[in-house]
Nanobody
C-alpha cells in the first residue's frame, strides 16, 4: 500500500514560483510511476506532469511545458513539482498520484484512471 501526502501549496502572485512536494510511504514507492494532477472548482481533474519509476522519463501537459518540472528522489520517497512563471489559470488543488499496477512501455501515464493511490491535495492560488 502506498500513502501520499502533498505539501507546498499556497498563495503566490502571477509570475511567481512554488515547489510542491509529495511524500510517499510504502515499500514499493520507488518502483511506482508518479504524477501530478490538478482540479479547479467545477472542473475535472486534469493531468499536469508524470515521471517513471527511475526518473528518466517525464512528460507534461502542454499548458505547463517549459514552466513546470517534475522530479523524484526514490531514496527520500518524494516527488516534487517545481512551478515557475505561475499564471492565474494554474490555480487549483494539486494532487499527487501513484500507480501500483503493472507498468508497461515507457512507464508514464496520463489519466486519473491509470493511478491507484492519491494524496489529499494541496491548494495553489495565483493572484493576478
Amino acid at each position: 500500500q502506498v500513502q501520499l501526502v502533498e505539501s507546498g501549496g499556497g498563495l503566490v502572485q502571477a509570475g511567481g514560483s512554488l515547489r510542491l512536494s509529495c511524500a510517499g510511504s510504502g515499500r514499493t514507492f520507488s518502483i511506482n510511476p508518479m504524477a501530478w494532477f490538478r482540479q479547479a472548482p467545477g472542473q475535472e481533474r486534469t493531468f499536469v506532469a508524470t515521471i517513471n519509476w527511475r526518473g528518466d522519463r517525464t512528460d507534461y501537459a502542454d499548458s505547463v511545458k517549459g514552466r513546470f518540472t517534475i522530479s523524484r528522489d526514490n531514496g527520500e520517497n518524494t516527488v516534487d513539482l517545481q512551478m515557475n512563471s505561475l499564471k492565474p489559470e494554474d490555480a487549483a488543488v494539486y494532487y499527487c498520484a501513484a500507480r501500483s499496477r503493472i507498468t508497461y512501455g515507457a512507464g508514464i501515464y496520463y489519466t486519473p484512471n491509470d493511478y491507484d493511490h492519491w494524496g489529499q491535495g494541496t491548494q495553489v492560488t495565483v493572484s493576478s
